[in-house]
């Protein structure tokens, strides 16, 4: 990952297993555009450790790379691109099929 580049922490819900977003407010959230953007290393690191810190919401947080040329952070990966999307097995539920 280069030095420098916009993230975001991503996780699941512990209980529902939905792709969360560390929010702004320092909650969780299950909207891309709602997330928290880290723009350098230090930042990145405080909110990962926010994240780390709450272990009763969210499973496995991460740091994931985002671009910020648009109205909301986009994933720069496409495992990050992925999960924006919901179930792959299943097109008629998730966000793919405009249920949440």
């Known amino acids: ?16 297993g939905d792709v969360i977003y560390l929010a702004r407010n320092g909650g969780w959230t ?9 723009l350098d290393d230090a930042e990145a690191k405080a909110l990962l450790a926010a994240a780390e810190f709450q272990p009763d919401v969210a499973v496995g947080p991460y740091l994931a790379e985002v671009a910020l040329d648009g109205p909301f952070p986009r994933p720069l990966h496409y495992r990050e691109v992925f999960r924006t999307r919901g179930p792959s097995n299943r097109p008629d539920l998730g966000r793919q099929a405009g249920v949440r």
């Open 1 to 16: 990952m280069p030095a420098h580049s916009p993230r975001i922490v991503s996780a699941n819900d512990l209980l529902a």
């Open 30 to 38: 299950r909207r891309l555009s709602e997330a928290a953007v880290a």
